[in-house]
């Protein structure tokens, strides 16, 4: 079968099936050995063997240690060597890898023996009937089911108490009822990762035993041979065996680099370079960006380099601390379990002294420990818990573990992603700078350089160079007109704009449109060779860069759903790409591509066509095209095109980039540099004539790379030997090819004069693209500035560019101003100085600035340069001056790269004892290389469009659409889980006071108890808990996000909590409830001067005891009934007005309103539940209650009023005290005036102002009237301090 057929698609073998798991996916136990140690770095230090091997030596696939890293196959393979041609001699064709055989059968199963399936292991699995029991085992509910162990107990000691057993059963349904409602949810969002998991399933086409098969991905083993093409995503670790068509991949995956790598056959020739670094070797979890491959794999799964980097994210995942809303719920399980425990004991004790040993004493106190348990608590928290994440999903941002939605509330910084999360990630060509002038190229802008060329030669260099120097093509087209029907737009006739693209970024994709309509703009739509539909030798066109038909239409795949499936010659003519057709006609010899240190790519053309173009003859034979950073390019530039000739740069050129790049950044549009090199020493080689051995060439001529001298430090500032060559890059600045003249001039004298080119670097011109933000992002981020929530953003864009896009989203303010604006400020306030002169005078000017100046600087961007020469690991002055500014006005961290994004994370993080900010992070990340930080961050998010399933199984959330809006949507919610529960506790908690004072007031005093046992379990488990969960649905506070993050501090019980809910509201509660005692006992009869003491007169109202006002024994039971359940109801009374005091934390009721409908329906159930347990026949009985008159009702409903009246007006005191000291303050520190002054007798003929914000004007004022107004202010200060004071002491006693 001919390998460029459709393969067939082969079935999993039995052994394969076996490890597999039905369906062929991956599941259960991995074959592979447990891995070593965690590494420092991801990806610097794994090595392959074969990468410094020839084709010919790959038969022999030997495991060593020295470059195996850290996993190999069991200990007796080690070092062992496999011979892949044993009884299978065309295992690899040298001559043409296509026709290789590949493994036999017999082969892949002892590999995929050795290695198991080509899969990421995931984290253990636990069973799920395992998981299901997990969720019994947490502390609170440990607690509960102690509770009814408890009480099941107390059953079988008095096994009369049948209401015990009822309780114990109850403790145990709700315990089970929240547990599986927990399970369902973790299950629910575990099957939706499996469905983005599904979405990555490939499938890859191997030689088996000759024959080119289609197999499962996952299957794959360690010398299989693999054809991979365009659109495929690399299985596995591979060694490249033929590369056809340019082969390129792109590893931003693993790197963070968006451009393409050149990948070929070559053996290395440095084999300790890592395998990251080997042109030979592509990686698992990378893109193909053009052409096609054969490859041998040798590395799957757990032994790719993205296996190790999945490794070390897990290890780091499971030293990850718990979430603050577990450690909350724990400590406070452990408070309330303390002063359970210690309540009980110590009233068993008291019984057990006055009493003696009894079972009812033991009954007694498992009452007391099960009353303080707030068995609704569990149900609340699982409940908000659920209700957030589904609130979420609509948001869309999809919830991995539900407590971590309330650690995103708890968030203090967010350290954000710019391209698609702040931004919309659609890049428009907007403005270009070209020979010192300022054009518009958007045609909604009135484009001055718009499709019609101007005039100049360095216009069409610009578009030369932006053409070459890109990867970015459109998608390849489809004829829509047929299928039966008639689309709204067919493909040919789509603007460029609308036409998706592959490869390359967003960046690459702008300039790919703005070429495209520029070049299509020539006559013939700058085509030769054709003439409307008839081929025409002599038809020619004015472009500059001129592409034949025949080439154009290489560029077009054939027609779908066409008889003939051709396009015809006016439709390649109009429809196909001119730059797809330039780049296949110019031939690239050699190409730089870009990475993140550099900031800049390169692409070396050959130009040898263009000498006989009638319309723009060239004598160039070779160029190099150079794009990149605007700041980075122009550096090294020092020539420029004035008037159609190359001159020296001149310092009018230098400030007039200066003032261009800072304008176009300031706008906040991407500002990419364009510049070229030629060639002239190659000027020899004639058209038809070939470099041979392009690379070889260009290495060891104008490559090559400059030597170390001596005291020259490299970019971890270490100092290195004197004589060796350096890398490609040196402090981030390009060593090769563009080749400083200073350093070409040393290797010609040290050469002995030989030719060695000195190149002029000639700059051509800006290009400035437009990436517009989200629309609601700027909204999103001034709630956070509301909320007192930091917003970081990190980007690879240059600092001012980087600052003008904060600024227009808020995350740096208005007035916020960063150094180099104070520092250009003073620049250009300096006779002669210009913005040319900015690199070479900022530190002068920097260490010059005066104290007032320095203030002067609220917001700062931070260049990654900068990070680099900061501590790495503790809380240098660098460091926390920079994270101040988060703020101040405003933080920004431009030209960083993955590792400094988690120096970033990690240093926000660090603890208050070691000088840090200890802030509560979230992070945003999509590839691989933002791994780390998104484990490292207390909130890790994964963006659910561009993330890497990597990046996705170590975030704790997924973005389904990449919105920073959504982040800010679950900070919100977050807010309001733990709102909500701080309510529902302080809900719970209150009633506790009114259960226990009975039994104070029955060892203490001796009344007859007012409270039982039952019925105290009665309120916790029956009328308490629908109120309690209905909370968890009560919506947001107005100005819940203008509060400022909690801190480690702001705990979910509090002094103020307790305060609140015990000593003010349970007090009043415990005061109805012995009103209401009370009226009951002297309303039926029995004064309650008779009531003290009595209780302790052994059984009191029972055989042998007393009876109290004349009744016999059996009526004053039935009195103490009545009035126990009086008792009992007030306390559901006064709930009702604390079940609205709990709505809110600091706005009032009228504010909030009552459209929490789960809460108007459980103040209807605790009535409902109460009315049931009195009223209906045989219910009370078992409860103990008796029915009683309605009347009996009326007197808690006062302090159920008082309840709400104090709170009312405790609340109404506490926000209008915080605009009272928001008003004095204002007024201290701006030292302004109010109009309300003008009336008094000492401001008679001073002049005013009418509004605040507007100071006095005092220079005609008299010394008198000057010493009044300084006492004026002294006394606002002093009554400001007095109220702030007064305001202090309410907030820390009344606001939980």
């Known amino acids: ?108 199963d002892k590999m995929f023996t050795l290695y198991g399936a080509n899969t990421l292991t995931p984290p253990k699995q ?41 309780l114990g059963i109850v403790l145990f349904i709700v315990v089970t009822i929240t547990s599986v409602f927990t399970y369902q949810q973790e299950a629910a969002s575990a099957k939706m990762m499996e469905k983005f998991k599904a979405l990555g399933e490939c499938k890859s086409r191997v030689l088996i035993d000759g024959s080119l098969q289609e197999i499962d991905s996952n299957c794959l083993v360690p010398g299989d041979i693999i054809n991979i093409k365009l659109g495929d995503k690399i299985p596995c670790d591979c060694r ?63 032994q790719s380099v993205m296996g190790r980097n999945y490794r070390m994210m897990l290890q780091a995942k499971e030293m990850k601390e718990d979430s603050p809303i577990r450690k909350e719920i724990d400590r406070f399980v452990e408070i309330v379990s303390a002063i359970a425990i210690f309540l009980g004991v110590l009233f068993f004790i008291i019984l057990c002294a006055t009493l003696g040993l009894s079972v009812n004493a033991i009954v007694f106190t498992i ?79 009135g484009a001055d350089w718009g499709q019609e060329m101007p005039e100049g030669v360095i216009y069409q260099e610009l578009l030369k160079c932006a053409t070459f120097c890109g990867s970015a093509r459109f998608k390849a087209p489809e004829d829509q007109r047929g299928g039966g029907g008639v689309v709204a737009m067919p493909w040919e006739k789509m603007p460029w704009a609308e036409r998706e693209h592959v490869e390359g970024d967003a960046s690459e994709r702008a300039i790919l449109i703005f070429n495209e309509q520029r070049l299509a703009a020539f006559s013939n739509n700058g085509v030769t060779g054709v003439k409307g539909d008839e081929r025409d030798p002599s038809a020619t066109t004015d472009s500059f860069l001129p592409v034949d038909i025949d080439t154009m239409q290489k560029c077009l795949h054939p027609k779908k759903n066409h008889p003939d499936k051709v396009w015809s010659l006016s439709e390649v003519r109009e429809h196909s790409s001119r730059v797809a057709a330039a780049r296949m006609a110019y031939k690239t010899v050699h190409k730089l591509p870009f990475n993140s240190k550099n900031k800049w790519m390169a692409v070396t053309t050959d130009m040898r066509r263009l000498a006989h173009d009638e319309n723009h003859p060239s004598e160039e034979k070779f160029v190099t095209w150079i794009k990149g950073g605007s700041d980075v390019v122009f550096d090294f530039c020092t020539h420029t095109i004035t008037n159609g000739q190359v001159e020296e740069l001149s310092h009018a050129d230098k400030a007039g980039f200066a003032e261009a ?103 051509l011109g800006l290009l400035a693209l437009q990436d517009p933000p989200r629309p609601a992002v700027p909204h999103a981020v001034a709630i956070c500035r509301q909320a007192s929530i930091g917003v970081v953003m990190v980007t690879g864009d240059q600092p001012q560019t980087a600052a003008a896009i904060a600024r227009d989203i808020g995350i740096i303010t208005k007035a916020g101003k960063t150094e180099d604006d104070v520092i250009t400020q003073k620049l250009l306030s300096e006779p002669g100085m210009t913005r040319a002169d900015f690199k070479d005078n900022r530190e002068r000017i920097l260490n010059s600035l005066k104290a007032e100046e320095k203030e002067s600087i609220t917001a700062m961007a931070v260049e990654g340069t900068r990070i680099a020469t900061w501590n790495p690991k503790a809380m240098d002055g660098n460091w926390k001056r920079a994270l101040d500014f988060t703020w101040k006005q405003g933080l920004v961290f431009a030209r960083t790269s993955p590792t400094q994004k988690l120096l970033i994370v990690q240093h926000f993080k660090i603890k208050e004892v070691d000088g ?184 009191y109202f029972t055989p042998g005891g007393f009876a109290l006002g004349g009744f016999s024994i059996s009526e004053c039971l039935t009195i103490l009934a009545k009035a126990q359940t009086a008792f009992w109801v007030s306390i559901v009374i006064v709930q009702w007005g604390d079940l609205l005091i709990c709505k809110t934390r600091r706005l009032s009721l009228f504010e909030q309103g009552m459209k929490n409908d789960q809460l108007n329906f459980g103040l209807f159930f605790e009535t409902a539940v109460a009315c049931c347990l009195i009223y209906m026949p045989g219910i009370s ?40 000291i928001d008003f004095f303050k204002h007024q201290k520190e701006q030292g302004l005036l109010r109009a309300e002054y003008d009336e008094a007798k000492y401001w008679q003929g001073i002049p005013q102002s009418d509004k605040i914000g507007e100071a006095p004007d005092s220079s005609e004022w008299t010394e008198e009237q000057k010493e009044e ?28």
């Open 367 to 445: 009452g007391i420990i099960v009353a303080n348990v707030p068995e609704g608590l569990l149900a609340t928290v699982t409940v908000s818990l659920a209700l957030t994440a589904a609130r979420m999903k609509d948001v869309m941002v999809l919830v991995k573990n539900l407590e971590a939605v309330e650690t995103l509330g708890s968030t203090s910084v967010i350290c954000s992603d710019k391209t698609g999360t702040l931004t919309m990630n659609k890049m428009t060509a907007v403005k270009a700078y070209v020979e010192g002038k300022l054009l518009k190229t958007h045609p909604m802008e």
């Open 1269 to 1296: 107004y300084a006492q004026l202010l002294a006394d606002l200060d002093r009554t400001a301090s007095k109220i702030e004071h007064a305001a202090k002491w309410i907030d820390r006693f009344t606001y939980w």
């Open 916 to 1099: 840090g900010p200890e802030k509560i992070v979230a992070v945003t990340g999509d590839g691989v290389n933002d791994a780390q930080a998104v484990t490292a961050a207390d909130i890790g998010i994964c963006m659910g469009i561009a993330g890497m399933d990597v990046t996705k199984e170590a975030a704790d959330m997924i973005l389904m659409n990449d919105n920073f809006a959504s982040i800010v949507d679950g900070v919100l919610e977050g807010r309001l889980v733990f709102d909500n529960l701080k309510k529902s506790i302080a809900y719970t908690l209150s009633s506790n006071i009114p259960e226990i004072a009975p039994f104070i007031v029955f060892i203490l005093v001796g009344v007859p108890l007012p409270l039982s046992t039952v019925l105290i379990l009665c309120i916790d488990l029956g009328t308490d808990m629908v109120p309690a969960i209905s909370l968890a649905y009560e919506t947001k506070e107005k100005d819940i996000m203008k509060r400022a993050p909690r801190t480690k501090h702001d705990n979910l019980v509090t002094e103020r909590l307790i305060s609140f809910s015990y000593f003010q509201i349970g007090v009043v509660q415990a005061l109805a409830g012995f009103y209401v005692y009370i009226v009951v006992l002297y309303t039926e009869g029995i004064p309650p001067y008779k009531l003290p003491w009595h209780g302790q007169q052994g059984n």
């Open 661 to 763: 790049n800072a304008e176009l950044a300031s706008h906040g549009l991407r500002v990419f540099a364009f510049a070229k090199v030629t060639y002239e020493s190659l000027d020899h080689l004639k058209e038809g004539e070939e470099i041979n051995d392009v690379d070889s060439f260009f290495g060891e001529s104008m490559f090559k790379p400059d030597d170390w001298q001596a005291g020259e430090l490299n970019e971890e500032g270490k100092a290195m030997e004197p004589g060796k060559p350096k890398p490609i890059t040196v402090m981030g600045r390009p060593q090769i090819p563009i080749v400083r003249p200073d350093i070409a001039a040393q290797r010609i004298e040290k050469n002995g004069g030989s030719a060695y080119f000195v190149p002029k670097i000639v700059f």
């Open 126 to 166: 636990d069973p799920e009937w395992l998981k299901f029991l997990r969720q019994f085992t947490g502390f609170f509910s440990l607690l509960l089911l102690a509770g009814g162990l408890l009480c099941m107990i107390a059953f079988a000691v008095d096994p009369a108490g049948r209401e015990n057993l009822f």
């Open 1181 to 1220: 009985t078992v409860f103990g209650l008796k029915q009683m008159k309605f009347i009996y009702w009326l007197p808690a409903l006062p302090f159920s009023c008082m309840i709400f009246c104090y709170d009312e007006t405790r609340k109404w005191i506490m926000r209008h005290y915080d605009d009272a």
């Open 1 to 108: 079968m001919p390998h460029d057929a459709e393969p067939p698609k082969k079935q999993p073998s039995e052994l394969e099936r076996n490890a597999l798991g039905k369906g062929g996916h991956a599941e259960g136990k991995r074959l592979v050995p447990k891995t070593g140690g965690v590494r420092a770095q991801l990806t610097d230090d794994v090595k392959y063997l074969q990468s410094n091997q020839e084709m010919a030596e790959l038969h022999n696939f030997v495991v060593d240690g020295k470059y195996a890293g850290d996993v190999f196959p069991p200990k007796q393979n080690h070092g062992e060597e496999i011979n892949f041609q044993d009884g299978n001699p065309n295992y690899i064709n040298v001559a043409d890898p296509s026709q290789s055989s590949g493994l036999t059968e017999a082969q892949r």
């Open 240 to 302: 490249v065996l033929q590369s056809l068509g340019d082969f390129a991949v792109v590893e931003a995956s693993l790197t963070g680099e968006p451009n393409a790598i050149k990948k070929v056959n070559k053996v290395s020739e440095n084999p300790d370079e890592p395998a990251l670094r080997q042109k030979n070797i592509v990686m698992n979890g990378t893109e193909i960006n053009v052409g096609e491959a054969w490859c041998m794999a040798v590395a799957t799964g757990d």
